[in-house]
């Protein structure tokens, strides 16, 4: 049977007050305590009586009341992401959520699909963020941070390719990753190379660049080399993996940059399926270094990438909360380097 939480008709919503007379302190000490004011000494017995009793009281502070009080929030809005993300964001999203849960920030995901530029400005908005952080998925544009600033959030940070006037931001530079894997295969001797241009939705953020790093690559090395990139759409599905390997030969390509491991290791499955030898007839390279493409056999060569921390992150969220008047920061968000193994 499942016991219900609803109050009873009649039962007071417990308030701060309530808590105040049941520990035995003030209704200050109260707030101080449960909004873990650190400018206010209160020792632990004292924190603990009052936890103690707001726990057995079913109290908790009101998050409206308080902003308003303040004048601000402590939401850090976090646009979910509408794209399919790896281990590798996942993970630096993870961390950063937690980083911003210690230094005391309320985090907000806020599912964006459907929403453009300045309409998710606008949404967002409306729950007074102290600060964005923005996935390059939305596009923001310069009128959608002064919407977000004029409603009161102190820093509008974006996380993408380019620049938005008024935003700090965190460049990923998805080009370096396309021109290193490329500079690794030619530089393994081979001049007919094919890039994986992934079908799904939303990915083409990555993608693009990506291709357009390689192809700098080879234009670069292709002086004397006669170096080809041919772009491959392929979807994250078994059977459109087979249908590029089945055409693979009359292709031509001795070379592959699978976009990232999980491409890499869908379309490795199906070129070995169709008798085509890795590395001697072709040679493949992905992206992202998870764990999964060590144990393949062959071993899956790719471009690791190097990510701040989300802690950093979280610590220039912070900062610029405290300080919202210095001028717009741009940071690189990642580096990334070849690791070499016997795929390529």
Not at 38 to 43: G, M, P, Q
Request: with cysteine.
């Amino acid at each position: 049977m499942t016991q219900s939480t609803e109050q009873p008709v009649g039962r007071s919503v417990p308030t701060s007050a309530d808590v105040a007379r049941l520990a035995g302190v003030s209704r200050a000490t109260v707030s101080y305590v449960l909004n873990n004011t650190s400018a206010v000494r209160i020792s632990d017995p004292t924190r603990r009586k009052v936890r103690e009793a707001a726990e057995r009281l079913g109290y908790v502070p009101h998050a409206a009341a308080r902003s308003l009080r303040a004048g601000h929030t402590r939401i850090v809005l976090l646009p979910t992401a509408h794209i399919p993300v790896g281990p590798l964001y996942s993970h630096f999203f993870n961390e950063l959520q937690w980083a911003l849960r210690r230094l005391d920030y309320t985090v907000v995901q806020y599912g964006s699909l459907g929403l453009d530029g300045d309409g998710a400005a606008r949404a967002w908005a409306e729950l007074r963020p102290v600060a964005v952080v923005s996935l390059g998925m939305i596009a923001l544009t310069p009128h959608g941070v002064e919407v977000l600033k004029r409603s009161g959030a102190k820093a509008v940070i974006t996380l993408g390719p380019g620049l938005v006037e008024g935003a700090h931001a965190l460049v990923m530079d998805q080009s370096g990753i396309g021109g290193r894997a490329v500079t690794h295969l030619i530089g393994r001797g081979c001049r007919r190379i094919g890039v994986v241009m992934p079908e799904e939705p939303g990915l083409e953020m990555f993608s693009g660049p990506r291709l357009a790093g390689a192809r700098a690559a080879a234009a670069e090395a292709s002086a004397g080399a006669g170096v080809r990139i041919v772009p491959l759409p392929l979807a994250y599905e078994e059977d459109s993996a087979a249908a590029l390997a089945a055409r693979w030969r009359a292709l031509g390509l001795d070379a592959v940059f699978a976009f990232n491991d999980e491409y890499a290791m869908l379309l490795m499955r199906a070129l070995q399926d169709e008798g085509i030898g890795i590395p001697a007839q072709t040679a493949v390279i992905g992206s992202d270094d998870l764990l999964l493409g060590r144990l393949l056999r062959p071993r899956l060569s790719t471009v690791r990438i190097d990510m701040v921390t989300g802690q950093r992150l979280a610590e220039l969220v912070d900062r610029v909360v405290r300080d919202p008047g210095g001028e717009p920061e741009r940071h690189d968000l990642m580096d990334s380097r070849v690791i070499h193994r016997e795929s390529s």
